[in-house]
């Protein structure tokens, strides 16, 4: 089924060097030989033209990424110079995201701190996983509330990664065996299956993003509201 996706109506922020939208979970954000529905990647371009050298032309302005099905801000510059100052401040980790994720069972603590090295997992290439040699990362989190639903114990919880490795969160919380509610690849099948009854979607969403302007060096944070499924 083709995404039906209005990039206008969900823009959050725009001047005339960036742009920041709320990406829907399932949609998929960059073009790839796997990608077999429309890409947020083909939406851009078919409203904004993009100029400049290859990295950029060839990202559409995307800055960075979020899983196909991770909802929330997701930032995007319209021009070269905003584009290469936005990838420097992000290799520096000077910018600030945080999510939210309901994620399985009773969080004993209300700070959570992960440090471990992610990886391509060896056996399985969909996935990632705490390896040695992996790279470094590191994930902070605080607990908001806990529900039970349909005899399953969740944790809402407030998460601010400060590295940004490919399925940082959903990795470190599936290795502390808490893992996102409806998350297809790390769930076990019977948590996911019911996951997918109640929610319908992965329960993880990046409702705010802050940095430091590229243009005049003024803090601009944008935000992104948590879907009603969070906390009803």
């Given at each position: 089924?083709?995404?039906?996706?209005?990039?206008?109506?969900?823009?959050?922020?725009?001047?005339?060097?960036?742009?920041?939208?709320?990406?829907?979970?399932?949609?998929?954000?960059?073009?790839?030989?796997?990608?077999?529905?429309?890409?947020?990647?083909?939406?851009?371009?078919?409203?904004?033209?993009?100029?400049?050298?290859?990295?950029?032309?060839?990202?559409?302005?995307?800055?960075?990424?979020?899983?196909?099905d991770t909802s929330g801000?997701?930032?995007?510059?319209?021009?070269?110079?905003?584009?290469?100052?936005?990838?420097?401040?992000?290799?520096?980790?000077?910018?600030?995201?945080?999510?939210?994720?309901?994620?399985?069972?009773?969080?004993?603590?209300?700070?959570?701190?992960?440090?471990?090295?992610?990886?391509r997992s060896p056996v399985n290439f969909r996935k990632y996983a705490i390896l040695a040699d992996g790279k470094k990362s590191y994930t902070k989190a605080v607990k908001i509330s806990e529900i039970n639903i349909q005899e399953e114990t969740y944790s809402k919880m407030k998460i601010h990664p400060k590295t940004g490795?490919?399925?940082?969160?959903?990795?470190?919380?599936?290795?502390i065996n808490h893992p996102i509610a409806g998350d297809s690849i790390y769930c076990p099948k019977a948590l996911y299956e019911k996951d997918l009854s109640i929610f319908g979607r992965l329960m993880l969403h990046a409702n705010k993003i802050t940095f430091i302007s590229p243009v005049d060096n003024k803090k601009i944070s944008i935000e992104s509201k948590i879907p009603s499924i969070f906390n009803n």
């Amino acid at each position: 089924m083709e995404n039906k996706f209005n990039l206008k109506e969900n823009i959050l922020f725009e001047d005339d060097w960036l742009l920041a939208l709320n990406k829907p979970s399932d949609l998929i954000v960059n073009r790839s030989k796997t990608a077999k529905t429309k890409t947020l990647q083909d939406y851009l371009e078919e409203e904004y033209s993009f100029e400049g050298d290859e990295t950029f032309v060839s990202r559409s302005g995307i800055v960075h990424r979020l899983d196909k099905d991770t909802s929330g801000v997701l930032i995007i510059a319209k021009n070269e110079k905003a584009f290469t100052e936005l990838q420097k401040s992000f290799k520096n980790r000077e910018i600030q995201k945080e999510y939210t994720a309901l994620v399985h069972g009773s969080i004993s603590h209300e700070l959570l701190e992960i440090n471990a090295p992610i990886g391509r997992s060896p056996v399985n290439f969909r996935k990632y996983a705490i390896l040695a040699d992996g790279k470094k990362s590191y994930t902070k989190a605080v607990k908001i509330s806990e529900i039970n639903i349909q005899e399953e114990t969740y944790s809402k919880m407030k998460i601010h990664p400060k590295t940004g490795r490919t399925h940082q969160i959903r990795v470190h919380f599936a290795s502390i065996n808490h893992p996102i509610a409806g998350d297809s690849i790390y769930c076990p099948k019977a948590l996911y299956e019911k996951d997918l009854s109640i929610f319908g979607r992965l329960m993880l969403h990046a409702n705010k993003i802050t940095f430091i302007s590229p243009v005049d060096n003024k803090k601009i944070s944008i935000e992104s509201k948590i879907p009603s499924i969070f906390n009803n």
